[in-house]
């Protein structure tokens, strides 16, 4: 296995890439009263987190933070595990009359989207979903596209995009690879 073919993002550029997408946030909001973010599994949960601290360093106000998981309303169950893990869930607040900001690391075909907002619809009706991603690179196969992005990336359908959070992965790193490398 060969090393990735550019580094995207460094530590201080997506630190940089949050807080850009957190005063974004609180502008198109006029402020971040009624928000909740919920993150998707596995990194945009640590993801949501550092927006909530920094919305509560930039406003004052402490914006309730969840995890999703989408596995039972992916759409590629199948063809992704015959014994898929599932992971928890955890929505402790109402999200009726709030507007809940979804959060995951790359928006590639917007399958995974599709499927936290079935997971997210379940769960309760939102006075408005949007959507945050740290890397968009393009390749909709949905009519789905983020409300805030860190980055946009076009990439060909041969590379991965592969994003190491700190809480994760012990770094804060957006590289690029060529898909046959990774194997």
């Known amino acids: 296995m060969s090393g990735p073919k550019a580094t995207i993002l460094t530590n201080d550029e997506t630190r940089r890439a949050l807080t850009r997408i957190a005063h974004e946030i609180i502008e198109r909001n006029k402020g971040a009263e009624q928000l909740a973010l919920i993150g998707i599994h596995t990194r945009g949960i640590p993801l949501a987190l550092r927006l909530a601290a920094k919305l509560a360093e930039l406003e004052g106000v402490d914006v309730p933070t969840g995890r999703l998981d989408i596995t039972l309303y992916r759409d590629d169950l ?3 595990a015959h014994q898929p893990i599932i992971r928890d869930t955890q929505v402790p607040f109402d999200i009726s009359q709030r507007r809940v900001i979804l959060v995951d690391d790359v928006l590639y075909t917007g399958r995974t989207v599709r499927a936290a907002l079935d997971a997210l619809i379940d769960l309760g ?3 408005g979903i949007q959507l945050a991603v740290l890397v968009d690179r393009g390749h909709r196969e949905l009519p789905i596209r983020a409300d805030y992005v860190g980055k946009n990336l076009p990439t060909a359908r041969g590379e991965l995009v592969k994003v190491r959070l700190h809480e994760t992965d012990g770094v ?9 490398d990774v194997k």
């Open 172 to 180: 804060d790193s957006v590289e690029l690879w060529d898909l046959e």
């Open 78 to 80: 199948t063809e992704v």
């Open 125 to 127: 009706r939102p006075a």
